[in-house]
């Protein structure tokens, strides 16, 4: 989904009392900078990823988990978190998660996150195919992946729903920023230790997800018009 669609989406949602155009473009310059670098953070991961020294790491790092032991108990586990990224479960969460926000803050608070979440998870599986990097050798398996391996499906999911909804309720600055990271961290985790992932597509998934996230804003900030922030932006501020 382009910047546009998200423009378009989530502009009815937004509040349009008056504001200087000074204020305006001040509220918008601090989630551009964040975006335009999470966004070219990811590309250079990506690409050292794939012809650089990060793509060596990995190598590195793969190797030494295929050639420990995996306990039962350990595996189930990170089955067990891998689980709750996983398509049908994630759409419950969320549906659960957009009837609360629409009877806190309404309507157009809810849909304003639910479209943040699932456009970026469809942006995400557009960049994959266009990177189109490999996962892992099969021979260390734990589960079965689908599509390829950066950035990771799971991981940016994470990202986006943890991120999306602690923006709604109103969480700011570093303590934000270290519960995504955190959720997105443990997501990852399960994934590398399953197999299916290298550890860089978990750097490039929540550095994806913080763009994403950030582009939102941007766009959010562009369309409201006061400095005050209603109910029903919350979620994307």
């Known amino acids: 989904m382009s910047g546009a669609h998200i423009i378009r989406a989530i502009a009815p949602f937004t509040d349009r009392s008056g504001s200087e155009p000074g204020a305006r473009t001040g509220r918008a310059a601090w989630p551009a900078i964040g975006s335009a670098a999470a966004f070219t953070a990811m590309a250079v ?10 793509g060596r790491l990995d190598q590195t790092v793969m190797a030494a988990l295929r050639a420990r032991r995996h306990p039962a108990p350990v595996v189930a586990s990170a089955r067990a978190v891998s689980a709750l990224a996983e398509p049908a479960v994630v759409a419950a969460l969320l549906t659960t998660g957009f009837l609360s926000a629409r009877r806190q ?28 990097r490999p996962r892992p050798p099969a021979r260390g398996w734990l589960t079965k992946p689908e599509g390829f391996s950066l950035p990771s499906k799971h991981a940016t999911l994470t990202g986006l729903a943890v991120g999306a909804w602690l923006r709604r309720g109103g969480a700011g600055g570093p303590a ?50 006061g400095s005050s922030r209603s109910p029903g932006t919350a979620g994307l501020a």
């Open 45 to 54: 991961v990506s690409r050292q990823a794939m012809n650089g020294s990060l």
């Open 105 to 132: 803050a309404g309507w157009g608070a809810a849909a304003a996150t639910g479209l943040t979440i699932a456009s970026g998870a469809a942006a995400r599986r557009i960049l994959s195919e266009a990177i189109a």
């Open 176 to 225: 934000k920023d270290l519960q995504s990271l955190g959720a997105v961290a443990a997501m990852g985790a399960s994934r590398i230790y399953l197999g299916v992932h290298w550890p860089t597509d978990i750097l490039a998934a929540w550095l994806y997800a913080e763009g994403w996230l950030r582009l939102a804003e941007l766009f959010g900030a562009g369309t409201r018009g």
